[in-house]
């Protein structure tokens, strides 16, 4: 059997596993072991499963995620992101559809400490929708703008997914971090902006809101909310300007989280305790995914899947394939889980694109504003899911659904004008590198 076959088998095989529930980075890092045996002999096979997890996890870089996963832990467990709803509230309730948009503002702030998309969905379902429906919001605009919002974590940084791209792709974290700002920021804006020409229009999506808060109430919001959005410019802020790394910023992120939980009295032993096994938890996750991920991208490559591909957009000019390649992303997205698409996909495609001159940066921005569509896209949108499991019987699924729509809408014009205008994603990198 050629190794082309073998290589195609090992595909199917892994959407096979996957399918029926095996863990992403347990079926790629088997489905691997496997197909370099059958290609290469049981000795190969053994040699290279034992040299790929030494030399990936002695890597510098992937010691950013625990810091960034620490960070985000300590600042929920010790509440830093409750009050940045009231804070958000008190700036756009008095516009149409302000809570909505006000859960867009405070999303994005509580996504760059935590850098989860669905926990970011998690905690303003619980905070913000409740508020929306008892302020007589439309459902679908109370439970999408949520849904919708959740997913600015993984573009705003720091974003666990974006640290998973980088090393599938051997790209600088600290790059694709500056190169997401803007892009995250544009998709607030732009989330808000659609917000309130729809409630201006139909007015009946969002009564006029009516601030029953006191000016007492207000400042402390304020003096509630303030550390994490300070916390949030100075990790930023240090890798714009050099003085940190993506490991280091994270490390000073923790820092500073740790530092204001104490002054409030809120890090005690039990909660620190939490924050550790949290953190523990999801790194060995994605250390795990990571291992799995590198050798697939080993077993593609002796395959020579990547090859073929070639041969396969040699038609195209680079334009043309690019899209071609964001609508097979986006489909997948529909049906597929973010962080198995980007590690089925990213091994064979980095080294495609690459030899046609494609800027892997911003490429890494195109795919990471690809799987946040995919985590409110029908019928597999994670972000609906966890909203719905939070609210149970107060709103439907297909109430989510139709809201999250005008969201996917703006998402598309979003990831248009990204892929028209790169310097909307490569300015900021290209700012910091002069």
């Known amino acids: ?72 832990f300590v600042a929920v467990e010790a509440g830093l992101t409750r009050s940045l709803f009231g ?43 409740p508020e929306m429906l008892d302020s007589k919001y439309d459902p679908g605009l109370a439970t999408g703008s949520v849904a919708a919002s959740g997913t600015l974590a993984a573009l705003i940084p720091p974003s666990v997914l974006m640290i998973i791209y980088c090393l599938l792709v051997d790209t600088s974290i600290n790059t694709l971090f500056i190169a997401g700002f803007v892009p995250g920021i544009l998709t607030a804006a732009v989330f808000i902006v659609m917000i309130t020409v729809r409630c201006m229009i139909n007015p009946n999506l969002a009564p006029r809101y009516v601030d029953k808060t006191t000016r007492a109430e207000k400042w402390s919001l304020l003096r509630d909310a303030w550390p ?34 104490v002054l409030r009295g809120r890090l005690n032993y039990r909660m620190l305790r939490r924050a550790l096994i949290d953190t523990a938890s999801g790194t060995s996750s994605i250390f795990m995914i990571v291992l799995g991920a590198a050798l697939f991208a080993r077993f593609v490559a002796l395959a020579t899947i990547p090859t073929w591909v070639m041969g396969f957009f040699d038609g195209y000019d680079t334009m043309t394939m690019i899209i071609l390649v964001c609508v097979t992303l986006a489909l997948m997205g529909t049906f597929m889980e973010e962080v198995s698409i980007m590690l089925l996909t990213m091994p064979v495609l980095a080294p495609v694109l690459s030899s046609h001159g494609v800027d892997l940066t911003w490429f890494g921005i195109l795919v990471i504003k690809l799987m946040t569509i995919g985590l409110i896209s029908p019928p597999v949108g994670m972000n609906v899911f966890v909203i719905k499991s939070s609210l149970g019987g107060r709103v439907s699924l297909n109430q989510i659904f139709g809201g999250v729509t005008w969201f996917i809408i703006v998402d598309l014009f979003v990831l248009a004008a990204l892929i028209a205008f790169p310097a909307l994603s490569l300015w900021l990198p290209e700012l910091m590198a002069r």
């Open 87 to 129: 804070a958000a509230r008190i700036f756009l309730a008095r516009i149409p559809g302000g809570l909505a948009s006000s859960t867009v503002f405070a999303s994005a702030l509580f996504g760059a400490a935590s850098g989860s998309s669905v926990a970011t969905s998690a905690a303003f379902s619980r905070i913000a929708v």
């Open 1 to 72: 059997m050629e190794r082309l076959e073998i290589g195609l088998i090992g595909v199917i095989a892994i959407l096979a596993l996957i399918g029926i529930r095996v863990p992403i980075g347990v079926a790629m890092g088997v489905t691997a072991f496997f197909g370099i045996w059958a290609m290469m002999g049981l000795s190969a096979a053994v040699g290279i499963s034992k040299a790929i997890p030494f030399n990936l996890i002695g890597d510098w870089n992937l010691s950013a995620v625990p810091m960034f996963l620490f960070m985000g």
């Open 228 to 261: 994490l959005p300070v916390i949030t410019f100075i990790v930023m802020g240090g890798i714009f300007t050099g003085v940190f790394t993506a490991t280091e910023s994270g490390a000073v992120g923790a820092f500073l989280a740790c530092i204001v939980a």
